[in-house]
């Protein structure tokens, strides 16, 4: 079972900064995509940023500027360094992988995994 630990959420003030981590692990032979995406209430889930394991990197139009997405591969982790947050940046984040199974028998297989979830709190 692949496993997706956050960490690094918390209460900022307007303006500061947070570092998230997510760690993937378990049977895990490569992974496709790492990301981060968000939902508020009332609202459809967001991506927010993600990264491929060649490096290339999109971001929504509401964090551009002020997010980075990187990523240390050989640890299955992704980090999402916020910058600049605003009040609006409070919400729940998930982090994503798709990974790539082992799967020797039956063929290799890519699935889609989620993290619990980590608040960020953004006060003004």
């Known amino acids: 079972q692949v496993q997706l630990v956050e960490s690094g959420g918390g209460l900022v003030q307007a303006g500061g900064s947070l570092r998230l981590s997510c760690a993937a692990s378990g049977s895990i032979f490569s992974i496709n995509v790492m990301g981060w995406y968000r939902q508020a209430p009332g609202k459809q889930r967001e991506l927010v940023a993600r990264?491929?394991?060649?490096?290339?990197?999109n971001y929504a139009d509401s964090v551009k500027g002020r997010f980075t997405i990187s990523a240390d591969n050989a640890r299955n982790t992704v980090y999402l360094q916020m910058n600049n947050l605003k009040p609006e940046d409070t919400v729940i984040y998930y982090c994503?992988?798709?990974?790539?199974?082992?799967?020797?028998?039956?063929?290799?297989?890519?699935?889609?995994?989620w993290g619990q979830g980590v608040q960020v709190t953004v006060s003004s």
């Open positions: 990264i491929t394991s060649g490096g290339s990197t």
């Open positions: 994503y992988a798709n990974v790539r199974l082992r799967k020797p028998f039956s063929g290799d297989v890519d699935y889609n995994y």
